[in-house]
């Protein structure tokens, strides 16, 4: 068995593993539902994961401190890795968010790999579930992807797309801080040119506060109570939608969003006009279809939700408009490129400061709104089919809402977390999900028949 060599935390590692808090665990999830073919599913899918996790490199990891660079940390593979310690089979449950929602809750253990996989055996014995729990120091969606397929039925190689091949990682040197004297004057090159991207993505943020009107349902004091929700929609609609309107399918899903989250401020009476929340659209800055070098790669957009627009082909519009001139400005550049500005900040910086920007996540944007890939080929996990799969993003301090979407097997899944005290209804809030793409698609028959209709005439 090979084990991955040390290899230090990358800034924005470094800021996620120093910003958590007791109320604020910083850990991806994943909620993924199997149809069970007998009573013993759930029992063999426990031993299978503990069994395979024993031999995947990257499920040996802890994250240490070191003495340098001063406030650094790095991964480590741990020697006396027992994967018992990270699985566990649940009773059985009546709801699986409902568990996932308690379980969503709780801080990984900091001195072990900070990850766990919670077996849900359901109480009709038909399915079960599994919640993947990876710190998001540990990995990001697509390395958090590559670990949790790791431990499922192997796949047939014909299935799986043709790799590009990955730059190789060395390990790292306790003096790998340190500048090379032969690169010092493009060092100077690039240390200028950090630093105004560092004033232009601060500028942007400055920018980006003025004039937005969120809503206080999406605000929360810190009760560190965690509520989970999924969505199951069909794929095909929102392609339907977008060959009408146009754009991407994520401008459809973010559109999706803001539409529901119209519905829902007004059912519970908290109003939506004039509401435009800022969203935070994370970026992956990796090449496609690979996970190395491991950590964080991200960016991001920021999109003000035209949630007060009462028409839904206008907000589909205006979030078309609003993430094109986002791609125009690229991703190193506007205020959703906050995630950059870790770069510029040393590893000492994090440590002490991680508390204090862990504060400024309500200034910098309202809501997260997030895509995580999965693979288009079936999973598979004791022989038990992958039927639903749930993305679980982290929640940031004073947020009370964080959404995270996947496509799988030709259904959009959303995944919502939401601070319990603050959103109570928050199955509210995903039925309104449902019925903003029955809207949309009802808005779009109709454009369609209206066009139709003048081309007859």
């Known amino acids: 068995m090979t084990t991955e060599p040390s290899d230090l935390l990358a800034p924005l ?35 299978l994961l503990a069994s395979r996790a024993a031999d995947v490199p990257g499920l040996r990891l802890r994250i240490r401190p ?63 579930a599994v919640l993947f729990k990876f710190h998001h120091a540990l990995a990001d969606g697509l390395r958090a992807l590559m670990l949790a397929a790791a431990v499922m039925d192997p796949v047939d190689p014909a299935d799986l797309p043709a790799p590009r091949p990955a730059p190789a990682v060395p390990e790292a040197s306790p003096w790998s801080w340190l500048p090379d004297p032969r690169k010092l004057p493009g060092l100077v090159r690039d240390t200028v040119t950090d630093v105004g991207q560092a004033l232009d993505i601060g500028s942007s943020v400055a920018r980006a506060t003025w004039g937005a009107r969120s809503s206080a349902a999406l605000t929360s004091d810190a009760t560190g109570t965690r509520r989970t929700a999924g969505v199951l929609l069909d794929l095909d609609d929102v392609h339907r939608v977008r060959k009408t309107v146009g754009g991407t399918v994520n401008d459809v899903l973010i559109a999706l969003v803001a539409g529901a989250l119209r519905r829902w401020l007004d059912e519970r009476g908290d ?74 900040v040393p590893p000492l910086g994090h440590r002490i400061g991680g508390p204090v920007v862990a504060q400024a996540a309500r ?49 959009v899944h959303f995944g919502l977390v939401a601070d319990a005290v603050a959103v109570p209804d928050l199955d509210l809030l995903a039925e309104s999900v449902r019925e903003e793409l029955a809207g ?3 808005a779009c028959v109709e454009r369609s028949s209206l066009v139709e209709g003048a081309v007859a005439t």
């Open 440 to 442: 949309l698609v009802g």
């Open 271 to 344: 109003g939506s006009e004039g509401v435009e929340p800022r969203a935070l659209v994370p970026v992956s800055r990796r090449r496609p279809r690979t996970a190395q070098p491991p950590g964080n790669r991200l960016s991001g957009y920021l999109v003000r939700l035209p949630v007060g627009e009462p028409d839904p082909l206008a907000r589909l519009r205006t979030v078309r408009a609003a993430m094109d001139r986002n791609k125009d400005a690229g991703p190193g550049r506007g205020a959703g490129a906050v995630a950059l500005l870790a770069d510029h």
């Open 66 to 128: 070191v003495w340098l660079p001063v406030g650094g940390a790095v991964r480590t593979p741990t020697p006396d890795f027992d994967p018992q310690d990270h699985v566990r089979l649940a009773p059985q449950v009546k709801d699986f968010h409902t568990a996932a929602g308690a379980l969503m809750q709780c801080p990984l253990e900091r001195d072990r790999p900070p990850w766990e996989a919670h077996v849900l055996p359901a109480e009709d014995g038909s399915s079960f």
């Open 363 to 411: 200034l910098l944007f309202d809501i997260l709104v997030t895509s995580v890939p999965l693979p288009s080929l079936g999973l598979r996990l004791g022989g038990c089919p992958l039927t639903e799969v749930y993305p679980f993003a982290p929640l940031a301090q004073g947020q009370a809402l964080a959404v995270a979407v996947s496509t799988y097997q030709g259904r």
């Open 13 to 47: 590692d470094l800021a996620f593993w120093n910003i958590e808090s007791a109320e604020h665990p910083m850990h991806l999830g994943a909620l993924g539902v199997f149809e069970a073919d007998s009573p013993y599913a759930a029992e063999r899918a426990a031993r």
